[in-house]
Nanobody, 123 residues
Framework: QVQLVESGGDSVQTGGSLRLRCVTSGFIFANYPMAWFRQSPGEQRELLAVIKPDSASVYRDPAKGRFTVSRVNANDTLYLHMMDLTPADTATYYC?????????????????WGRGTQVSVSS
């Protein structure tokens, strides 16, 4: 059974940094592109960053220049290092494997999401 366990969220002030972690099991982590998503109350879950098995990465606008995604295939673990946080980054953060639909649209692979980890940024 696939399991995704996110951790590392915290309450920080504007300008702060956090490192999120996602520990996975139940699938061959090294074979899958992985991604970080986030969801704010009342909003749809949004994709932030994708990292392919070879560690090539793709970032969406909210993450560009401030967030860095990384992975350790030997430990089935995904990371997200976030810098220069603002209140707009307040959300629950999730990880999942992803796959391409067409040439450029990424979609989450597993239906059973983890509980996420809460990030709160105060001004």
């Amino acid at each position: 059974q696939v399991q995704l366990v996110e951790s590392g969220g915290d309450s920080v002030q504007t300008g702060g940094s956090l490192r999120l972690r996602c520990v996975t099991s139940g699938f061959i982590f090294a074979n899958y592109p992985m991604a970080w998503f986030r969801q704010s109350p009342g909003e749809q879950r949004e994709l932030l960053a994708v990292i392919k098995p070879d560690s090539a990465s793709v970032y969406r606008d909210p993450a560009k220049g401030r967030f860095t995604v990384s992975r350790v295939n030997a430990n089935d673990t995904l990371y997200l290092h976030m810098m220069d946080l603002t209140p707009a980054d307040t959300a629950t953060y999730y990880c999942n494997a992803v796959h391409l639909i067409g040439s450029a649209k990424w979609r989450a692979t597993w239906d059973n999401w983890g509980r996420g980890t809460q990030v709160s940024v105060s001004s």
